[in-house]
Antibody, heavy 119, light 112 residues
Framework: EVQLQESGPGLVKPSQSLSLTCSVTGYSITSSYRWNWIRKFPGNKLEWMGYINSAGSTNYNPSLKSRISITRDTSKNQFFLQVNSVTTEDTATYYC????????????WGQGVMVTVSS | DVVLTQTPVAQPVTLGDQASISCRSSQSLVHSNGNTYLEWYLQKPGQSPQLLIYKVSNRFSGVPDRFIGSGSGSDFTLKISRVEPEDLGVYYCFQATHDPWTFGGGTKLELK
């Protein structure tokens, strides 16, 4: 069974970088599909942040483009999120999710990790 | 960016009732390839979002047939017949026709 699990610090100081890991089991991230980061702000708003595909190409939401980086470690079957220069507005629950190709959809999600930006 | 407007924001229901959620897009969600990439997700309390419907009306594996997605162009609806306790939570529409992909603001299905 495919499983995704996020990990990373729950507290980040303003102006620092937020770094999260998504560990994938049950499917190789180099086989196919797009591997995404999505966040949910307090108050229920969801925002798609970006993805890295099986070939290693990335696509980012322009609202974050200058601050975001998604990379991967294929040997560990993990992909990563980095958001630079965070502010309190980056406080959210962060999810990683797999998006299939045909009949595309987010079919597997991690359980989410809450990140608070505060001094 | 495409704005998806969901109504109502909250839908109080009695178990066994039908519920209907609207998702209206600021522009047509028909892709140049002819497909419409409109999906519905449900986030139950304490859980991650889960896929219900993709490409407007296709139910994901294991989703009960009481969930029906419909619509076209920029106007979409999710109907839930005979609401059950496990259907409570926040419903989101999502579009992947236009970059950047965007979510609706959510509709909370709650008990009266």
């Amino acid at each position: 069974e495919v499983q995704l699990q996020e990990s990373g610090p729950g507290l980040v100081k303003p102006s620092q970088s937020l770094s999260l890991t998504c560990s994938v089991t049950g499917y190789s991230i180099t086989s196919s599909y797009r591997w995404n980061w999505i966040r949910k702000f307090p108050g229920n708003k969801l925002e798609w942040m970006g993805y890295i595909n099986s070939a290693g190409s990335t696509n980012y939401n322009p609202s974050l483009k200058s601050r975001i980086s998604i990379t991967r470690d294929t040997s560990k079957n993990q992909f990563f999120l980095q958001v630079n220069s965070v502010t309190t507005e980056d406080t959210a629950t962060y999810y990683c999710a797999r998006r299939t190709g045909s009949g595309p959809r987010f079919d597997y999600w991690g359980q989410g990790v809450m990140v608070t930006v505060s001094s | 960016d495409v704005v998806l407007t969901q109504t109502p924001v909250a839908q109080p229901v009695t178990l066994g009732d039908q519920a209907s959620i609207s998702c209206r897009s600021s522009q047509s969600l028909v892709h140049s390839n002819g497909n419409t990439y409109l999906e519905w997700y449900l986030q139950k309390p304490g859980q991650s979002p889960q896929l219900l419907i993709y490409k407007v009306s296709n139910r994901f594996s294991g989703v009960p047939d009481r969930f029906i997605g419909s619509g076209s162009g920029s106007d979409f609806t999710l109907k839930i017949s005979r609401v059950e306790p496990e259907d409570l939570g926040v419903y989101y529409c999502f579009q992947a026709t236009h970059d950047p992909w965007t979510f609706g603001g959510g509709t909370k299905l709650e008990l009266k």
